[in-house]
């Protein structure tokens, strides 16, 4: 369970997130709201690289508003960014080790979770491969391997289907949808691929500007008249 | 594209990388024993003087590759280690070893305080803040000089000018030629070292987004400070080879002007290659010795190191040492497989 309470980022004069407060508890929560809503500044917060003005966040017991962002991936968090982050001059074996290196691992165990990592995003041919080499999809699931290494408790997914073709696509939500039975881990999921969060998220909250539109079964939230009128721009009556 | 030979490599990869470390084994052998052979020894002092800057470009490069930070700060780095070297040389009578390794310590002290500039900034602000440090070690040196055997806590006296003692093993010209090759090649492999591990991982992280480092448990400030440690130990160690070279230091030979002129000559020698580090303390100490020798001032090597930096820059990202790489790679039809860049 992650608890979002009273959560409120402005930058200068503009109100990111308005006093959010919402309770996430289904093993994949897909987020979606329209361009400037508070999507990505709500998984910076999250990760860390934005304090909040005011408010708290809980995961699992566990209270994270105070620590800093690579305290936050010890713990167990891990993201993956719009633009994605692989690097160019590291093997893929070794842009996931770097998320290992930092935990209290042995050799093996290491070893294993990489092994594990790998297999899990289907890249396992690719272990000793320059990432330079690679192509988009392969670059994207290397960062979505680095998100899974290490026994993480919540992945934070950061559009990370824009682009790719259908059959990508459908690699990419069977791997997610794998994330909490074989990695055990939570999973937050930001589209704007409406498909792509019904096949994946039991449940999921809608943003605009800032605040908290509604949370709930994906199916009825994508239902809801008030979130078809943020997505077309239209009044509510 | 050739995705059949990853199961295949782990052995032979290894029996090459074996064979690839005998291999420079014998190339620094090769490097410490050979010129002595050839040359007399005014020039083997300029050699002598080579594989000390190498290893000063070497801990520039390592900066500027594994994190795009430019230190022109690294002649002052230095020649603080070398004040550090030579006080305790005077002062306790502590073997080299010792000195050179209280000089390096110290110099990297000093890194790590140049380092807290380097975690907010980047570019030509911390490359400002690098040699406005640069300039002050240039005055304060001035006016401490640096210890030749004299009294005080300073160490300095103008009368009585000590020679700094070498080291037991290498008290001659020929040998301690040798001893700095060694030394520089052990430096080099620190580095090589520190890049195949943990910390070479969490520099490329940072280098490719600091975010993403933090995302993924890098310690960001903890893995900047310690680049520029290692950094400073090794051109603390430089500095107090240099001053064994030359049995003292000048204070005068420590402006601000010559870190940038090695800073400039390690992107023009190459900071992705070791050879780069090599060819850029070539250019530095064999060019205006060498024009010395036509008859041609020493002074006019900066005119052509302005034409090398900007030739660097607009056409050979990599510097000398990329060119010959894919020079070498053109001429034997070899294929690096893009992974170096």
Redesign the interface.
């Known amino acids: 369970m992650i608890e979002i309470d009273a959560v409120t980022v402005s930058f200068g004069g503009v109100t990111a997130l308005n006093t959010l407060t919402v309770q996430l508890d289904a093993p994949v929560v897909g987020i979606i709201g329209p361009n400037g809503a508070g999507k990505t500044t709500f998984l910076n917060v999250l990760?860390?690289?934005v304090r909040p003005n005011s408010g708290r966040i809980h995961a699992f017991g566990r209270e994270l508003t105070g620590m800093?962002?690579?305290q936050?991936?010890?713990w167990g968090?891990?993201?993956s960014?719009q633009k994605e982050?692989?690097?160019?001059?590291?093997t893929v074996e070794?842009n996931v080790?770097?998320?290992l290196?930092?935990?209290p691992l042995s050799r093996d165990v290491v070893e294993d979770a990489l092994t594990g990592a790998l297999e899990f995003t289907g890249i396992s041919?690719?272990?000793?491969?320059?990432v330079?080499?690679l192509n988009a999809f392969e670059r994207r699931m290397t960062e979505l391997a680095?998100c899974v290494a290490g026994s993480p408790k919540l992945i934070l997914l950061d559009e990370p289907g824009a682009g790719f073709s259908q059959s990508e696509v459908a690699t990419l939500r069977s791997v997610i949808n794998g994330i909490a039975e074989t990695i055990g881990a939570r999973t937050f999921l930001i589209d704007h691929d409406v498909d792509l969060i019904q096949a994946t998220c039991q449940r999921t909250m809608v943003l605009d500007f800032g605040s908290l539109v509604t949370y709930g079964e994906t199916a009825s939230v994508l239902a809801d008249p008030k979130v078809r009128a943020v997505y077309l721009g239209m009044e509510e009556t | 594209m050739m995705a059949s030979d990853p199961p295949v490599v782990s052995t032979p990869a290894l029996a090459l990388w074996r064979s690839r470390s005998i291999g420079l084994l014998l190339l620094v052998a090769a490097l410490a024993l050979l010129p002595p052979l050839l040359l007399a020894s005014l020039w083997l002092k300029v050699l002598t003087g080579v594989a000390i800057y190498t290893l000063t470009a070497a801990a520039i490069a390592l900066l500027y590759r594994r994190l795009g930070l430019v230190s022109l700060a690294h002649v002052a780095l230095m020649g603080a280690g070398g004040w550090v070297g030579l006080r305790l040389a005077y002062g306790l009578g502590t073997p080299f070893e010792v000195n050179m390794l209280a000089g390096g310590i110290a110099a990297a002290g000093l890194g790590m305080v140049f380092a807290y500039p380097a975690l907010r900034m980047r570019g030509l602000y911390l490359a400002l803040v690098t040699l406005m440090i640069a300039g002050a070690f240039a005055i304060i040196v001035n006016v401490l000089q640096f210890p030749n055997g004299g009294g005080g806590w300073s160490g300095f006296a103008v009368k009585s000018a000590g020679y700094m003692p070498r080291p037991a093993i290498a008290s001659n010209d020929v040998g301690y030629y040798a001893y700095c090759v060694v030394v520089t090649a052990l430096g080099m492999a620190l580095i090589h070292w520190h890049e195949i591990g943990k910390a070479g991982r969490a520099w490329a992280l940072i280098r490719r987004s600091e975010a993403a480092a933090m995302s993924s448990g890098v310690d960001v400030p903890f893995y900047k400070v310690w680049a520029f440690a290692l950094s400073g130990f090794l051109a603390g160690i430089a500095g107090v080879l240099l001053a064994g070279n030359l049995q003292m230091l000048d204070a005068r030979s420590f402006p601000a002007a010559e870190s940038v002129m090695i800073f400039a000559l390690t992107i023009v020698g190459g900071a992705w290659n070791p050879v780069g580090a090599l060819i850029a303390a070539a250019l530095y100490r064999l060019v205006p010795a060498l024009l010395n020798d036509f008859g041609v001032n020493g002074d006019a090597a900066y005119i052509i190191f302005g034409a090398a930096l900007i030739h660097a820059l607009a056409t050979a990202p990599r510097g000398i040492a990329g060119q010959l790489e894919d020079l070498a790679s053109r001429l034997f039809g070899r294929s690096n497989g893009g992974n170096t860049r």
Do not use: I, K, N, T
């Open positions: 990760s860390g690289f800093q962002p690579h936050r991936a010890q968090l891990r993201r960014f982050q692989a690097v160019d001059e590291l070794d080790r770097v998320v290196d930092s935990l041919a690719l272990r000793r491969r320059s330079a080499g680095r």
